[in-house]
């Protein structure tokens, strides 16, 4: 070696690092706009979201000094004039501000039916004629005599609360601030919950029934032939998913072309209840889903080696062990990927149930969209929203743990 030869040696690996170190930079450089652009457009809005489910400074803005008054209060009795003085003070400011609905909504959440009784509070408050505000407050109305309310107040008081979250699961904080059950009559939530994900197994139950022996026979068939079923397959694909559910709704109508098959061929007098049901909600969801169980299924079968099949049966296996014990493990990544897909996407769905399914099919997205557009109440929509995403992440964990998110594959 020369004497420059061996000065050199010595600089190549750092060389080597800059290099490396510069072509990090450049792909970090072309990464950057789209990683702004996904966290502007999509990260932002959904912690923004998810936030309110546990953030809701109203009352506390609204009401400043009773909810400072009202942190020495024990609870155990009704609050001493100190806290009626507070709220007289309070609501003399909602009134100049016209924010008394804003009140009442709010304190609404809490208690069924109070948002008028807060209103007329708010507007005899300002005939009040000095202390003791207390039995002025009570003969106003009588929910001023009420433990319960004034327990509320301090709770809603809290700018970060569980109030939305706890009512979403159809729980809420008594006047001790234990968790109890709601009224039965206000217990909606857990079954919408309960419903949605029930709806969604049983779509990717049957989609995984019905998109297997169809993805096989795909696998198995010749290319030209399969490449002609594999386009009917991705139709709906290039169809709207409203058009696709408003076909099925002209089809599954009492007078639609099914119940009149049905009636034709003696199979039933009269139109079966076959739109505005869970038939109709299930059917709808399992057409426009089979190909999303069917095609990551389709595409580990083509890759799976026939002369496995042929060394099973030279071994001595039959077809069905064969097929049980060689073929079938080696389709479970495809399996578990289809129905991942499916089975989440199922749990968004919101127009389908809307227009096909019957009042008992809502999911879980039309209560969210009647909270946020009809209700106006984004505490109550946040809420569900983060039950639903959390649910979603414990199950990708659950099929981690399981089956190894390593092992999915799409194609």
């Not at 040696?9 to 990683?35: D, M, S, T």
């Not at 890759?303 to 080696?330: C, D, E, N």
């Not at 227009?355 to 106006?376: C, F, P």
């Amino acid at each position: 070696m020369t004497e420059a030869t061996l000065t050199a040696a010595p600089r190549l690996p750092w060389q080597f690092a800059a290099a490396e170190r510069k072509g990090h930079l450049r792909a970090a450089v072309l990464v950057l706009p789209l990683l702004l652009f996904v966290i502007v457009t999509f990260a932002t809005p959904v912690v923004l979201l998810l936030t309110r489910a546990v953030y809701d400074p109203s009352i506390a803005e609204t009401l400043p000094t009773t909810i400072a008054a009202l942190q020495n209060w024990d609870g155990k009795d009704l609050p001493d004039e100190q806290v009626y003085a507070a709220l007289a003070q309070d609501f003399k400011k909602v009134a100049q501000d016209n924010t008394a609905a804003f009140v009442g909504k709010r304190m609404n959440y809490e208690i069924s039916g109070i948002r008028s009784k807060i209103i007329g509070s708010v507007n005899k408050s300002t005939e009040f004629t000095g202390a003791p505000y207390k039995e002025q407050f009570i003969a106003a109305d009588k929910i001023w005599g009420d433990r319960l309310v004034w327990a509320k107040i301090k709770q809603a008081g809290r700018s970060f609360t569980d109030f939305y979250l706890l009512r979403s699961l159809d729980l809420e904080r008594n006047a001790d601030n234990g968790i109890v059950s709601v009224p039965k009559s206000q217990a909606v939530y857990v079954n919408v919950l309960a419903r949605t994900f029930y709806i969604s197994a049983l779509v990717t139950l049957i989609t995984l029934a019905l998109g297997y022996p169809v993805a096989f026979m795909l696998a198995h068939a010749p290319n030209r032939l399969a490449n002609i079923l594999l386009i009917f397959i991705l139709v709906p694909f290039w169809t709207s998913l409203l058009v696709r559910t408003t076909a099925w709704f002209v089809l599954l109508q009492d007078n639609g072309p099914v119940n009149g098959l049905i009636q034709y061929l003696n199979f039933s007098e009269g139109p079966l209840k076959l739109i505005f049901s869970r038939f109709g909600t299930v059917t709808a969801m399992v057409h426009i889903q089979l190909p999303f169980t069917l095609l990551p299924i389709y595409g580990v079968m083509k890759g799976i080696s026939p002369s496995y099949m042929r060394a099973a049966r030279s071994l001595g296996g039959g077809p069905f062990y064969s097929f049980f014990r060689v073929y079938l493990p080696l389709t479970l990544p495809g399996i578990g990927a289809g129905c991942l897909l499916t089975f989440i996407l199922c749990l968004g769905y919101y127009i389908t149930p809307a227009l096909v399914g019957g009042a008992a099919d809502q999911m879980v997205s039309g209560t969210i969209e009647r909270a946020m557009n009809q209700e106006n109440n984004w505490g109550k929509a946040s809420a569900l929203s983060a039950i639903l995403l959390l649910a979603t992440i414990v199950l990708f964990f659950i099929y981690n743990r399981i089956v190894g998110i390593d092992k999915v594959k799409l194609g």
